[in-house]
């Protein structure tokens, strides 16, 4: 017998039970994102929150992470940099394993509750260029501003 953690054990359940990232309709250029679990933000509070999900990506593509319009509208929360870019290189690079992690700020005046399996945010793969003379040859060795130390 393997003994586990009660966070392994928490961990396990949150994998058997996600609910991967898909597009809604033919047209959807957005693969919706789900709420891994429960959680809620207070007025004025960020989280962030793992989505327990990895992307594969060929050299020149990148994911845009945008908060659903009805997240804004309804209820008042916000990506606070606009728009998360995950590149190819943030997955399992030597530091990092590579989940998306979505973050989530307040702005409204009621705590929000956002609940398992409910649409928090959509993805958008894109290719990108690479200007003439570009020179970047630097390898990518952790997560979220890793790429910034």
């Not at 928490?10 to 039970?17: D, G, L, N, T, V």
């Amino acid at each position: 017998d393997t003994f586990e953690t009660a966070e392994e054990k928490e961990m396990e359940a949150i994998y058997e039970s996600l609910k991967l990232p898909g597009r809604a309709t033919a047209g959807s250029a957005g693969y919706d994102f789900f709420a891994p679990y429960d959680f809620s933000i207070e007025p004025g509070d960020t989280k962030v929150i793992d989505t327990f999900v990895k992307a594969y990506m060929q050299p020149e593509e990148v994911l845009y992470i945008f908060s659903r319009s009805s997240f804004g509208i309804k209820k008042k929360l916000i990506i606070p940099n606009s728009v998360g870019v995950i590149d190819a290189d943030y997955f399992n690079n030597p530091k990092n394993d590579g989940h998306i992690m979505i973050c989530f700020t307040n702005i409204g005046e009621e705590k929000q509750y956002i609940f398992k399996c409910e649409k928090m945010a959509q993805g958008v793969f894109m290719n990108y260029l690479i200007a003439d003379g570009d020179d970047a040859s630097g390898d990518r060795v952790g997560g979220i501003g890793s790429t910034g130390r």
